[in-house]
């Protein structure tokens, strides 16, 4: 089994699979179009660089081995740009793979990767080198200032990496610079060799996370010979996992092994930590004191030599009215820590839990919310954030449930559910409890984004500007920024200086209500934050059997491109419906949020045994 460009970044657990000889699941239709349109982009990259007078030279043909003779040949030749390379496969190195494209410099030949992702971030620091598809050799690269590659341009350069390693023991004449062409058909170039700030070099970050991979699979290996074997890894959910052939798998086995990976906000490098600790279950973790998680976390970051075991145990010998500062004397840093804990007295150090205070894994996220989520989980329902005793969410007399749907084409359907809390004028309603929906099917564009967007708005303004003259008031409501993002970018996609400033004042508005930040500021769950997870505690059921916003993508496909006008029609009508569910889901949502009783996370009890 050999490995390629991905190996090195990828989820070791998909690798172990692979090795023993297991079948990953058909990938899903969202997958399939994205795989379908990183080809097509890849495809017009080649026929710019072809377009542009360069001397490219495509290497063709079903047979590796002839390829491979034919790139040694075309390098020889120094030709400039190669495309479709192949490289002989490293079988004691145990990899395999080839670049898009081979890019002649002084250097040696540069290996190229042809993605559908941004791979430079705005920062105000930033500086990083891009050459144009017009002129895509490093002597021709400019430093852009203000950008910098992002970290999603370190899996890219993992890649590129393993195809100079391959390069190498093939001997091919290839540098240690790469170059990623993104979604824009900008090259961005990357010294990968080069040192950098804390961290380590893109060469040394790979050949790291190859050995690891590299054991794993032997590892798999052997155990297709022996099942007595253990794996090296188990699974612990990252985000990877929605877009892999053996998330079932996983999925079933961390559900049944209770894996503290499975809470909301829980990063794999943390819940590795908690594994290594011994509490890699929700169950082991919630058992730890959510108090004491903060004052240790305070402490562990403020001063990592305090020794709050021997602090707590001098408390439980005084008064516990004693101020906390006495205990510490001069000692600066101390003080700090227990001020910025809140701790202030010798009786609240005595109550500090001493297994909590040498946990292990101090070092990783936010403790204490880590733990109050892993007790949520194991009570299977959702509490009250700390110290709160009832819901804080905003009403008004007329709302407005919001949400948007958006494909490659860019936003082509708002729409809103109208909702009045008390009586109001006989126009106001008529609306109540209507769908309104601005929508275009067609080949929607620039400009048909920004009709949308006016269309909404004024439509919007018209309602509030009837509440408002009644004296009553008004809110809009939206599940995430994903809607105020899109409202922003369409704005500034017009160019229009009048709804810029209209977007920008909608963002700042009190009476546009983002109801995940509510929602976040409020409870406390064992699961993800998504609409569709919280929705069913108001008893709200979508009415499609597959609602979700990746599938509803290439419902949208269909909408557009269908063979049929039946089947067209069919999917336009079902994206209409899972659009007004979503306005309903979130009004549902409010609903429920202004009427739950909810216990506060500070009275959860431990389950008993084998609930």
Not at 69 to 98: F, K, N, Q, Y
Not at 219 to 225: D, F, K, Q
Not at 327 to 332: A, K
């Amino acid at each position: 089994m050999l490995l390629d460009g991905r190996a090195a970044e990828r989820c070791p657990v998909a690798l172990d699979a692979e090795a023993v000889g297991l079948l990953p699941e058909a990938p899903s239709d969202v997958v399939v179009k994205w795989r379908d349109a990183a080809q097509q982009h890849r495809a017009e990259v080649i026929a710019q660089l072809r377009a542009g007078g360069h001397e490219v030279e495509a290497i063709t043909g079903h047979d590796h081995d002839a390829r491979v003779a034919a790139t040694t040949v075309a390098m020889a030749r120094g030709v400039g740009i190669i495309v479709g390379p192949r490289i002989a496969d490293d079988v004691e190195g145990l990899r395999r793979g080839w670049p898009d494209l081979f890019v002649a410099s002084e250097r040696g030949y540069l290996p190229v990767m042809v993605k559908r992702h941004r791979v430079a971030e705005v920062t105000a620091s930033g500086r990083a080198r891009s050459s144009t598809l017009a002129r895509p050799f490093l002597q021709d690269g400019v430093v852009v200032h203000g950008r910098k590659l992002g970290k999603v341009a370190r899996r890219d350069g993992s890649e590129l990496v393993h195809i100079v390693r391959l390069s190498q023991a093939a001997g091919l004449p290839v540098a240690t610079t790469g170059g990623v062409i993104d979604a824009e058909g900008a090259i961005w170039w990357m010294d990968l060799d080069a040192p950098r700030p804390g961290g380590l070099s893109l060469f040394e970050r790979y050949d790291k996370g190859f050995a690891f991979a590299r054991s794993v699979v032997e590892r798999g290996l052997a155990r297709r010979e022996n099942a007595d074997l253990d794996p090296l890894v188990i699974p612990l959910h990252k985000a990877e996992c929605s877009r892999c052939g053996f998330e079932q798998r996983c999925r079933g086995e961390m559900e049944a092994a209770d894996s503290v990976s499975l809470l909301p906000g829980m990063q794999w490098r943390h819940a590795l930590e908690h594994v290594k600790s011994g509490r890699g279950t929700r169950r082991l973790l919630a058992q730890l004191d959510p108090r004491t998680a903060l004052v240790a976390q305070v402490a562990h970051l403020e001063d990592p030599t305090l020794d709050l075991l021997a602090l707590v145990a001098q408390a439980r010998l005084i008064s516990g009215e004693t101020p906390a500062a006495h205990l510490v004397g001069e000692h600066l840093a101390t003080r700090r820590v227990l001020r910025k804990a809140q701790v202030t007295t010798a009786e609240e150090l005595a109550s500090l839990d001493e297994v909590t205070l040498g946990y292990g894994a101090l070092g990783g996220s936010n403790l204490k919310l880590s733990i109050e989520r892993a007790r949520a989980a194991t009570a299977k329902r959702p509490y009250l954030v700390s110290g709160r005793q009832e819901v804080s969410v905003q009403r008004a007399d007329l709302e407005i449930d919001l949400d948007m749907e958006h494909a490659d084409g860019g936003t082509y359907l708002w729409g809103a559910v109208v909702t009045t809390t008390r009586p109001l004028s006989a126009e106001l309603e008529a609306v109540t409890g209507t769908y309104r929906s601005f929508v275009d099917f067609t080949s929607l564009g620039d400009e048909g984004e920004v009709r949308l967007v006016l269309s909404l708005l004024d439509w919007i303004d018209s309602l509030t500007a009837a509440v408002e003259a009644l004296g009553a008031n008004w809110l809009v409501a939206f599940y995430s920024h994903a809607e105020i993002d899109e409202l922003r970018r369409i704005a500034r996609l017009s160019g229009d200086p009048v709804l810029v400033a209209r977007v920008e004042a909608i963002a700042k508005s009190s009476n546009w209500v983002d109801l995940r930040i509510v929602v976040e500021a409020n409870l406390v769950l064992g699961h993800g934050f998504g609409l569709k997870k919280l929705a069913p505690y108001a008893g709200f059921q979508w009415r499609d059997e597959d609602p979700s916003g990746s599938a509803s993508m290439t419902w949208y496909d269909k909408a557009v491109a269908a063979e049929t006008e039946l089947e067209r029609e069919q999917n336009q009508q079902r994206l209409l419906a899972y659009n007004e569910d979503d306005c309903r889901a979130t009004l549902a949502l409010r609903q429920w949020l202004s009427s739950a009783d909810l216990e506060c996370i500070d009275d959860w009890n431990a389950p008993a045994l084998g609930q």
